[in-house]
């Protein structure tokens, strides 16, 4: 980890999360929140750039992964339940408002965050994630959506998603990283602190439980996104079509599309020059740092 880092565990929402911390104590507020299967490793691309633009920067391992507690049962990992993680972690750094950006599940809890608390959001980035409220719509639309969200289906099985990801030392979800980005992006040093993480006890259900969690959920009026958004989206993303991009922009009242030609669903890995850049360019800086909204 980079020596000018900081690793601590912060108690909100009923859970600890391991979180990465980095840049001035006095900066404004950016947390970045990672998606399915990853860590807070998933953003070191991101981590020190920001850092060293004067955010501070927080990055947590979402509840259920590598070091954050991994609560028992599908309820504690409801979409309510997660963005709740998010607002109490912005409590924790005295933020009133910050600006968020969310990457695959991390993606989806940003989206759910801004319906829910729009007030708490300055700007928000939401990179190769679907729209909660959208997603199930629009695969019926678009069945080639079907085809490449079958593992959705898969995963709402007990215990057998579990035994097929681990099985030959998690060889499937090393295949399926591997098999959706750019050659080398996920190569055996990349990968390596992955699997420390999924193979902590009860990791693994926990990351599953995300998936499962959702089947229930109800879907609410499309409320329109207040904070200004940003959407990132690889042009070859083998999980999620252009068309979820595209249908989420028309809710966004401030929003804006940009396809990374060639880019698959992992930008930050493939393109973190683009993506930094882009956040960049969208955040801004904010050089006066809010007081914590009660």
């Not at 801004?114 to 980035?125: D, F, G, I, S």
């Not at 579990?162 to 992006?185: D, K, N, Q, W, Y």
């Not at 030609?261 to 493939?270: A, F, I, K, P, S």
Request: with cysteine.
């Amino acid at each position: 980890m980079n020596a000018d880092w900081a690793s601590r565990m912060r108690r909100v929402n009923g859970v600890t999360l391991h979180v990465i911390e980095a840049g001035p104590d006095e900066g404004p507020l950016l947390i970045l929140l990672h998606g399915f299967p990853e860590f807070w490793w998933g953003w070191r691309c991101q981590i020190t750039h920001f850092a060293g633009q004067g955010y501070r920067v927080v990055v947590p391992d979402m509840r259920g992964y590598n070091l954050s507690d991994a609560p028992p049962g599908i309820g504690a990992y409801h979409l309510d339940r997660l963005v709740g993680d998010v607002i109490a972690l912005a409590n924790v750094y005295g933020a009133d408002r910050f600006d968020l950006v969310g990457h695959d599940w991390g993606g989806i809890v940003a989206w759910a965050t801004a319906m829910q608390n729009p007030e708490r959001l300055r700007r928000l980035v939401v990179m190769s994630a679907p729209h909660p409220d959208l997603f199930v719509r629009q695969t019926l639309l678009h069945p080639t959506q079907v085809m490449r969200s079958s593992y959705v289906a898969l995963f709402q099985l007990p215990w057998l998603p579990e035994a097929i990801l681990r099985a030959g030392g998690f060889a499937a979800l090393r295949r399926v990283m591997r098999r959706s980005s750019r050659p080398g992006t996920f190569d055996e040093e990349a990968i390596r602190p992955y699997l420390e993480a999924w193979k902590r006890p009860g990791r693994l259900t926990s990351m599953l439980n995300y998936y499962r969690a959702i089947r229930g959920r109800s879907v609410r009026d499309r409320a329109e996104i207040i904070p200004p958004t940003l959407i990132l989206w690889g042009e070859r993303d083998g999980f999620l079509g252009l068309h979820l991009a595209r249908s989420a922009l028309q809710l966004c009242r401030d929003g804006r599309l940009r396809i990374v030609e060639g880019g698959t669903h992992w930008l930050h890995h493939e393109e973190a020059a683009r993506v930094n850049a882009e956040i960049a360019a969208h955040v801004g800086f904010e050089p006066q740092r809010r007081t914590l909204h009660r």
